[in-house]
């Protein structure tokens, strides 16, 4: 074992996606159940053009308990580790996020057929840390790994941190000092060298559960805050209020150079991204630097549709902004070399709530319905959500699914169905977007039935997982 074990690499061709089927889609209380229950799972996909199994799931991890929602995931050991010889990322980590268990996976033994290492049970963190539901797993330069929540055990908004022994996967405690939880919680990102963390706030658990509610956003139970953190001593030092305009900030993503003191994070309802940066007097601030409007319509839920930014990633190189409008059904790509400005370079449409044909009608004259998204024979269902570049920057693997409780509210053929992952094929060189109509994982054929994927994992690391420290 040598100091680039932990260094990112993509000779393994393969791709690492949670899924949950879709008779789980009535996970929560309020939602009746219309099928027999299954387990989440992990697949494993081959994305190798000269396998003969390409494109296809080549094996699939179930979770041993059911109700999980598999969401994100995260690296026992990452870039951060660099040069600690004992490190080896050989360790998914998987939160779920109704369920409140930790799920450690062995990736080392059988990279191609992941096997159950782990699992950490909801009363571990509801009993250490009073802490629930979690999100963001993220490996430290310590060898510890923390995992960002988004409530209490009761279901009410908590940001707060679980540490896990690098090793033994026991829950050590709470991360925050004492008492300075955050009010709510989602994602995370560090930056040692400037001393800081940041974190963003989606929605209180209990708010979640039941669908989406305008009411529940006046109410107070969905975020618009980014909270700044001292690395060192671990208290909450600063709260930006990003305001309407930054209605419920999700994904945050620093600049992989770690000399940076800026990055960029997502707003789903507000459909905008801002950019926080240091300021000279050594605090912390936001700008909103992109803007996608609500579009007029009619037939949906609600007179103004949002765009609904659900996922941003940055190129390993720091030049391009990715992210997927859930709702619009677009995913754009900024070139970001003048930071505050960011320009459009590249833009492809996969779906989403506004297609020709569709109930909705879009009453704005600059936008019209895009014709539905359909590879090798199959209507994409639902609109693109999460996002995984490849390290080179040039393929950009994109699944449907949101989140099972919004899945069902606002795609229910997706629930039918089943979700996609399909591969953008990205011009590097000047910008541009192209979808790759050759490539198709149809999760809606899986033997056991239609499956909702969500998160995609390199098993060498990738940009959305890896911090350099």
Known sequence: MNAGACLLSENLLHLLVTCLPCSNKNILKNLDYSDILKPDYLATVDVDPKS????????????????????????????????????KRNR???????????????????????????????TDLYWKCDLAHPHTSHCLGSGQIMISTLGDPSGNGKGGFVLLDGETFEVIGNWEAPGDSAPMGYDFWYQPRHNVMISTEWGAPKALGNGFNPADVKAGLYGKRLHVWDWTTHKRVQTIDLGEEGAIPLEIRFLHDPLAAEGYVGCALSGSIFRFYKTPQDNWSAEKVISVPSKKVEGWALPDMPSLITDILISLDDRFLYFSNWLHGDIRQYDITDRRNPQMVGQVFLGGSIVNGGPVKVLDK????????????????????????????????????????????????????????????????????????????????????????????YPGGDCTSDIWV
């Open 92 to 122: 998914l980590i998987l939160p779920c996020l109704v369920s409140s268990r930790v799920y450690v996976v062995d990736v080392g033994t059988d990279p191609r057929a992941p096997r159950m290492h782990k699992i950490i049970e909801p």
């Open 366 to 457: 600059e936008f019209t319905c895009q014709p539905p998204c359909v590879i090798k024979g199959k209507k994409v269902q639902g609109g693109p959500q999460m996002l995984q570049l490849s390290l080179d920057g040039k393929r950009l693997y994109v699944t449907t699914s949101l989140y099972s409780a919004w899945d069902k509210q606002f795609y229910p053929d997706l629930i039918k169905e089943g979700s996609v992952m399909m591969q953008i094929d990205v011009d590097t060189a000047k910008g541009g977007l192209k979808l790759n109509e050759n490539f198709l994982v149809d999760f809606g054929a899986e033997p056991e039935g239609p499956a909702l994927a969500h998160e995609v994992r």
């Open 52 to 87: 003969p199994n390409y494109c296809k799931v080549i094996h699939r991890l179930p979770m041993p308990n059911l109700r999980d929602e598999l969401h994100h995931s995260g690296w026992n050991a990452c870039s951060s580790c660099f040069g600690d010889a004992s490190k």
